[in-house]
């Protein structure tokens, strides 16, 4: 990755609407679990840190990365936070020994081949009814060059988390999607990058205009007023909140 990629994915994380809408999400999740104070975190595949800042309001953050651009860029940026080099499903070596709070997969889970065996690794370093969390992009029909440059190997539906979360020794707490009000705007960008863009470019992944990216950010935002005490009908990602027992 060169660095006008690189620097285009930190400002991209930071305030693309996709990206900060899923933090206020995921933040409202978090602060319906009632954590103890210093609370363990872990969260696995942190990217550029770009949810770092939220998670540190909750306990004391750890986070892996296997990336090194992005790995560096984290580590210096994120003063008093663990951050080391790890990935799923077997590079879990820098956190052996250890248990957590809670777990955090971020849009992680569709980058790895072996899911259910990530997902069963990781339980080892949940203390027992402790939490996992997770979000996956949804509905495999949506699948498209985005996820091809993204290098996924799959998306998800309710079911298919669910399924995978049980048979690797899980209790599922809640499951649902978000993202909802833009998932026509998402459809609509597949079939346009599938039948008529030809560049080989995906639609989507530039920040729009300012006042394009505020009201997306505003819709998607709207989610934390009932998301996680109920699901959204559908969306353009899943969230599972499982626990070990």
Same mark, same amino acid.
């Given at each position: 990755?060169?660095?006008? @990629?690189?620097?285009?994915?930190?400002?991209?994380?930071?305030?693309?609407?996709?990206?900060?809408?899923?933090?206020?999400?995921?933040?409202?999740?978090?602060?319906?679990?009632?954590?103890?104070?210093?609370?363990?975190?872990?969260?696995?595949?942190?990217?550029?840190?770009?949810?770092?800042?939220?998670?540190?309001?909750?306990?004391?953050?750890?986070?892996?990365?296997?990336?090194?651009?992005?790995?560096?860029? @984290?580590?210096?940026?994120?003063?008093?936070?663990?951050?080391?080099?790890?990935?799923?499903?077997?590079?879990?070596?820098?956190?052996?020994?250890?248990?957590?709070?809670?777990?955090?997969?971020?849009?992680?889970?569709?980058?790895?081949?072996?899911?259910?065996?990530?997902?069963?690794?990781?339980?080892?370093?949940?203390?027992?009814?402790?939490?996992?969390?997770?979000?996956?992009?949804?509905?495999?029909?949506?699948?498209?060059?985005?996820?091809?440059?993204?290098?996924?190997?799959?998306?998800?539906?309710?079911?298919?988390?669910?399924?995978?979360?049980?048979?690797?020794?899980?209790?599922?707490?809640?499951?649902?999607?978000?993202?909802?009000?833009?998932?026509?705007?998402?459809? @609509?960008?597949?079939?346009?990058?599938?039948?008529?863009?030809?560049?080989?470019?995906?639609?989507?992944?530039?920040?729009?205009?300012?006042?394009?990216?505020?009201?997306?950010?505003?819709?998607?935002?709207?989610?934390?007023?009932?998301?996680?005490?109920?699901?959204?009908?559908?969306?353009?990602?899943?969230?599972?909140? @499982?626990?070990?027992?």
């Amino acid at each position: 990755m060169d660095k006008v @990629a690189f620097d285009e994915m930190i400002e991209t994380q930071k305030f693309h609407w996709w990206f900060k809408g899923k933090r206020n999400v995921l933040k409202r999740i978090i602060n319906s679990f009632n954590l103890p104070k210093g609370c363990k975190i872990l969260e696995i595949g942190c990217g550029v840190g770009a949810n770092i800042e939220m998670l540190t309001n909750f306990g004391d953050v750890w986070a892996l990365e296997v990336n090194e651009y992005a790995l560096d860029y @984290a580590v210096r940026t994120n003063d008093g936070v663990v951050i080391k080099k790890g990935w799923l499903p077997e590079g879990l070596s820098a956190i052996s020994g250890r248990e957590f709070d809670l777990i955090c997969l971020f849009d992680v889970l569709e980058h790895i081949e072996f899911d259910e065996m990530s997902l069963r690794n990781i339980r080892e370093f949940l203390k027992c009814e402790s939490k996992l969390l997770i979000t996956v992009p949804a509905y495999q029909w949506l699948f498209s060059r985005h996820d091809h440059n993204l290098g996924h190997f799959r998306r998800y539906n309710k079911i298919s988390l669910s399924d995978k979360l049980a048979s690797s020794g899980y209790r599922v707490l809640y499951l649902g999607y978000m993202n909802m009000l833009s998932l026509p705007l998402m459809a @609509a960008s597949r079939f346009f990058d599938r039948y008529v863009r030809k560049d080989g470019v995906a639609s989507g992944t530039k920040i729009p205009s300012r006042v394009i990216n505020s009201v997306l950010f505003f819709a998607f935002s709207l989610e934390t007023l009932w998301v996680p005490r109920f699901s959204s009908p559908f969306g353009g990602s899943v969230v599972a909140i @499982a626990e070990k027992y």
